[in-house]
């Protein structure tokens, strides 16, 4: 049994022994981090989306206070979204988790650690190490990221674990994978000020990036503004040329406008017979999808899809495209990404300022979940399935080889569905709420019901997958804790502890380490003292990786930078005044054995749910405002942000639909899927196009009426297509 030498276990600034716990004021605990002022400011990265931005913090007596946004960082360059203004404000929810809890009841983290071991251990004992999975998030630091799969797989002994980032960029890696042969976004946001012709595919970033969207508005080219989305979105408002698809049409209307480009010679051949492979095949396989086909499929006009090729095709200065969840979260989600980075191989545009095929991600982390997870990938884009790979990591870390597993986990739908078949006894949640967040949100909350042992760690117990748990641990938030975010555009941000953590609650790092020593691997994990020492971990599991960061020397140097781009070796650091806007690929060479990026594609299928007569309708889902984010765990404790955001849940439905089913604005509706019915009033509104309708995510009743499907590639849920039926409410 692991004791804890006193009653109480509070955050701290020092490494986890004995003597904390004896002689806390030692260590500095409730103490600023010697390096701030009391009354001065610090600099942080925002925790909430992948843009990154940079913030002040201003600090009061020790305490941060308020956020301004940093004219200085050259991410967003003075501005900040709504989020940014109110970082602070969650800190001081009433709701924060303050201690352990044991069935609802506070224990102290003696009992929770005793309980944690004793359970988990009981469940691998009994029933193997595929018995027991951990689900984290694109919200941590990179180095609790490293830790927490560290500490499961090479420790613990679990096979299993995911992030929610399987929610929002799992087919971003996927495609990048296979077309590029690395996870590598090959742009910089200061492209959105250098094209000439910008695409927005399945993105609204007026709403979702505003500060990426403050980017576009600066571009002084007088840009031609392309925008692919079934809705007329804000930003597709402000688009030159808006069209307005069939929901899931949008891998057809690529493969049409690559047939329209090939068949008119408007392709970049130098560069395609240079830098790429497959392109041949690829063009015998798109002569299928001539534009009387495509138009059909996808409601266009032929013009418009001679618009839209002439707009973007070889020659034109500078295009570049973007995508962001209505390509991710779709059927065929790989595809569609791929169907986009054709167009930017065909046409050259890749490698030069204004260009790239540019996902953009969603988490604040989602980025460095990808490379330090330890999920899928092993730990720095490395692969479980390479012996040369385990050796190397084992090495980096000091780890005996033979705790690197040989097979990556299971995705987070074949977790879930592990526990539905009995095969997975235990979960482990960290700072996700699936049980908002899931789709086909009924059957999510059934399966824990099946759990032996389920335990869930966050800033906050009341969740709705928080109050299921048999066991939560109070985590620190943003601004509690130092580590680094990894944003959109590869650039590792700094973010700072400038706040202490409420009552026991432990940063995740922390929390890690503690459960470290209950394990009985201390020793194991000995290096593993801070977040800054995690990060020199870090860099020699990336040498020699395409995202190698072996260059950077530290946290100092990171916020000295204005935050710093991977790659970044030790010889280009040398290097006097290393750009801080790097591009991937601009000498055509890409990270496949041949160095040639790759042409690939399938065949389109419909969705897997259509519209019949009895459930006529498409229901979409997206984000609704600028003011709230994802779940709304943190932003609903902002006044100010509810104030900027629908205090009701409202269905966006075409005034067409409206009169056909004697629907008047305002009024109660139920809208009925083959899984769940809810009401809300309807807002009849001309920018959904008729057979549609459109729900915001943010609500925790919508993902009752989602369809539960995933992309057979990248395993990313199909959040943007379901049928449903509408009808005026008799309540």
């Given at each position: 049994?692991?004791?804890?030498?006193?009653?109480?276990?509070?955050?701290?600034?020092?490494?986890?022994?004995?003597?904390?716990?004896?002689?806390?004021?030692?260590?500095?605990?409730?103490?600023?981090?010697?390096?701030?002022?009391?009354?001065?400011?610090?600099?942080?990265?925002?925790?909430?989306?992948?843009?990154?931005?940079?913030?002040?913090?201003?600090?009061?007596?020790?305490?941060?206070?308020?956020?301004?946004?940093?004219?200085?960082?050259?991410?967003?360059?003075?501005?900040?979204?709504?989020?940014?203004?109110?970082?602070?404000?969650?800190?001081?929810?009433?709701?924060?988790?303050?201690?352990?809890?044991?069935?609802?009841?506070?224990?102290?983290?003696?009992?929770?650690?005793?309980?944690?071991?004793?359970?988990?251990?009981?469940?691998?004992?009994?029933?193997?190490?595929?018995?027991?999975?951990?689900?984290?998030?694109?919200?941590?630091?990179?180095?609790?990221?490293?830790?927490?799969?560290?500490l499961?797989?090479?420790?613990?002994?679990l096979?299993?674990?995911?992030?929610?980032?399987?929610?929002?960029?799992?087919?971003a890696?996927?495609?990048?994978?296979?077309?590029?042969?690395?996870?590598?976004?090959?742009?910089?946001?200061?492209?959105?000020?250098?094209?000439?012709?910008?695409?927005?595919?399945?993105?609204?970033?007026?709403?979702?990036?505003?500060?990426?969207?403050?980017?576009?508005?600066?571009?002084?080219?007088?840009?031609?503004?392309?925008?692919?989305?079934?809705?007329?979105?804000?930003?597709?408002?402000?688009?030159?040329?808006?069209?307005?698809?069939?929901?899931?049409?949008?891998?057809?209307?690529?493969?049409?406008?690559?047939?329209l480009?090939?068949?008119?010679?408007?392709?970049?051949?130098?560069?395609?017979?240079?830098?790429?492979?497959?392109?041949?095949?690829?063009s015998?396989?798109?002569?299928?999808?001539?534009?009387?086909?495509?138009?059909?499929?996808?409601?266009?006009?032929?013009?418009?899809?001679?618009?839209?090729?002439?707009?973007?095709?070889?020659?034109?200065?500078?295009?570049?495209f973007?995508?962001?969840?209505?390509?991710?979260?779709?059927?065929?989600?790989?595809?569609?990404?791929?169907a986009?980075?054709?167009?930017?191989?065909?046409?050259?545009?890749?490698?030069?300022?204004?260009?790239?095929?540019?996902?953009?991600?969603?988490?604040?982390?989602?980025?460095?979940?990808?490379?330090?997870?330890?999920?899928?990938?092993?730990?720095?884009?490395?692969?479980?399935?390479?012996?040369?790979?385990?050796?190397?990591?084992?090495?980096?870390?000091?780890?005996?080889?033979?705790?690197?597993?040989?097979?990556?986990?299971?995705?987070?739908?074949?977790?879930?569905?592990?526990?539905?078949?009995?095969?997975?006894?235990?979960?482990?949640?960290?700072?996700?709420?699936p049980?908002?967040?899931?789709?086909?949100?009924?059957?999510?909350?059934?399966?824990?019901?099946?759990?032996?042992?389920?335990?869930?760690?966050?800033?906050?117990?009341?969740?709705?997958?928080?109050?299921?748990?048999?066991?939560?641990?109070?985590?620190?938030?943003?601004?509690?804790?130092?580590?680094?975010?990894?944003?959109?555009?590869?650039?590792?941000?700094?973010?700072?502890?400038?706040?202490?953590?409420?009552?026991?609650?432990?940063?995740?790092f922390?929390i890690?380490?503690?459960?470290?020593?209950?394990?009985?691997?201390?020793?194991?994990?000995?290096?593993?003292?801070?977040?800054?020492?995690?990060?020199?971990?870090?860099?020699?599991?990336?040498?020699?990786?395409?995202?190698?960061?072996?260059?950077?020397?530290?946290?100092?140097?990171?916020?000295?930078?204005?935050?710093?781009?991977?790659?970044?070796?030790?010889?280009?650091?040398?290097?006097?005044?290393?750009?801080?806007?790097?591009?991937?690929?601009?000498?055509?060479?890409?990270?496949?054995p041949?160095?040639?990026?790759?042409?690939?594609?399938?065949?389109?299928?419909?969705?897997?749910?259509?519209?019949?007569?009895?459930?006529?309708?498409?229901?979409?889902?997206?984000?609704?405002?600028?003011?709230?984010?994802?779940?709304?765990?943190?932003?609903?404790?902002?006044?100010?942000?509810?104030?900027?955001a629908?205090?009701?849940?409202?269905?966006?439905?075409?005034?067409?639909?409206?009169?056909?089913?004697?629907?008047?604005?305002?009024?109660?509706?139920?809208?009925?899927?083959?899984?769940?019915?809810?009401?809300?009033?309807?807002?009849?509104?001309?920018?959904?196009?008729?057979?549609?309708?459109?729900?915001p995510?943010?609500?925790?009743?919508?993902?009752?009426?989602?369809?539960?499907?995933?992309?057979?590639f990248?395993?990313?849920?199909?959040?943007?297509?379901?049928?449903?039926?509408?009808?005026p409410?008799?309540?």
């Amino acid at each position: 049994m692991f004791t804890l030498p006193a009653p109480t276990f509070r955050e701290w600034n020092g490494p986890l022994t004995e003597d904390l716990v004896r002689d806390p004021a030692r260590f500095g605990l409730g103490q600023l981090p010697r390096r701030l002022q009391p009354n001065g400011t610090a600099k942080s990265i925002c925790g909430f989306c992948s843009t990154g931005c940079g913030l002040k913090l201003h600090l009061k007596d020790g305490v941060a206070i308020n956020a301004t946004p940093d004219p200085d960082y050259p991410v967003n360059l003075g501005t900040a979204c709504p989020k940014g203004w109110e970082a602070l404000t969650p800190l001081d929810a009433a709701d924060r988790a303050t201690t352990p809890l044991l069935h609802g009841q506070p224990v102290d983290w003696q009992t929770a650690m005793n309980v944690f071991c004793e359970k988990m251990k009981g469940v691998l004992d009994q029933h193997g190490p595929g018995s027991a999975a951990f689900i984290s998030t694109g919200q941590m630091m990179c180095e609790e990221m490293a830790f927490l799969g560290s500490l499961t797989k090479f420790g613990m002994g679990l096979i299993h674990g995911d992030g929610n980032t399987r929610q929002c960029m799992a087919t971003a890696v996927t495609a990048y994978k296979e077309s590029f042969g690395f996870d590598a976004p090959p742009f910089t946001y200061a492209d959105f000020e250098e094209s000439d012709v910008m695409v927005f595919i399945g993105a609204n970033p007026c709403i979702a990036h505003p500060i990426m969207w403050q980017r576009v508005l600066r571009n002084k080219r007088q840009p031609q503004i392309i925008v692919v989305d079934p809705r007329t979105t804000e930003t597709a408002m402000a688009a030159t040329q808006h069209y307005a698809i069939q929901p899931k049409s949008d891998l057809t209307l690529l493969y049409g406008i690559a047939h329209l480009l090939i068949r008119e010679g408007a392709v970049d051949t130098q560069f395609v017979s240079e830098s790429t492979t497959g392109f041949e095949e690829f063009s015998t396989f798109v002569q299928a999808y001539t534009p009387e086909s495509v138009a059909a499929a996808t409601g266009l006009t032929v013009a418009q899809l001679q618009c839209f090729a002439d707009t973007i095709r070889a020659g034109t200065p500078r295009v570049s495209f973007w995508w962001t969840m209505g390509v991710n979260q779709s059927h065929q989600a790989t595809r569609t990404a791929q169907a986009i980075i054709n167009l930017a191989l065909m046409t050259g545009n890749i490698g030069k300022p204004g260009t790239g095929a540019n996902s953009i991600t969603g988490q604040c982390n989602a980025m460095g979940s990808r490379l330090f997870s330890n999920t899928t990938n092993l730990i720095g884009g490395h692969d479980f399935k390479n012996p040369a790979h385990r050796a190397k990591i084992a090495e980096a870390m000091g780890f005996p080889v033979e705790r690197i597993p040989d097979q990556p986990s299971l995705a987070y739908d074949q977790i879930l569905e592990g526990i539905e078949s009995g095969k997975i006894k235990a979960l482990w949640i960290i700072a996700t709420n699936p049980s908002h967040s899931w789709i086909n949100q009924k059957r999510f909350n059934n399966l824990l019901s099946k759990l032996d042992f389920f335990v869930v760690q966050d800033m906050y117990g009341t969740t709705e997958t928080a109050r299921q748990a048999h066991l939560f641990l109070p985590a620190a938030a943003w601004g509690e804790k130092d580590g680094t975010f990894i944003n959109s555009e590869r650039r590792i941000g700094f973010s700072r502890q400038v706040r202490r953590a409420p009552g026991q609650a432990l940063s995740d790092f922390r929390i890690f380490r503690l459960i470290a020593h209950a394990w009985g691997l201390g020793d194991l994990f000995s290096e593993w003292t801070s977040p800054e020492a995690v990060f020199q971990i870090l860099k020699r599991c990336t040498q020699d990786q395409p995202c190698e960061i072996s260059g950077i020397q530290d946290y100092a140097m990171i916020e000295k930078s204005g935050g710093i781009q991977w790659p970044l070796k030790v010889t280009d650091a040398a290097a006097p005044g290393f750009a801080t806007e790097r591009r991937l690929f601009a000498d055509g060479r890409f990270f496949t054995p041949d160095q040639r990026a790759r042409f690939i594609f399938d065949p389109t299928v419909p969705p897997p749910e259509l519209p019949d007569a009895d459930f006529p309708l498409i229901l979409i889902t997206g984000r609704g405002t600028s003011a709230q984010w994802h779940t709304e765990t943190r932003t609903a404790k902002s006044e100010v942000l509810r104030k900027l955001a629908p205090a009701e849940l409202f269905l966006d439905i075409h005034p067409e639909d409206a009169r056909q089913l004697n629907i008047r604005d305002m009024s109660v509706v139920m809208v009925e899927s083959r899984r769940a019915s809810l009401t809300m009033k309807a807002r009849i509104s001309p920018g959904v196009c008729q057979g549609q309708v459109f729900l915001p995510m943010h609500d925790p009743r919508v993902n009752q009426l989602t369809h539960w499907a995933v992309d057979p590639f990248s395993r990313q849920p199909n959040y943007k297509h379901c049928a449903v039926r509408v009808s005026p409410s008799t309540r």
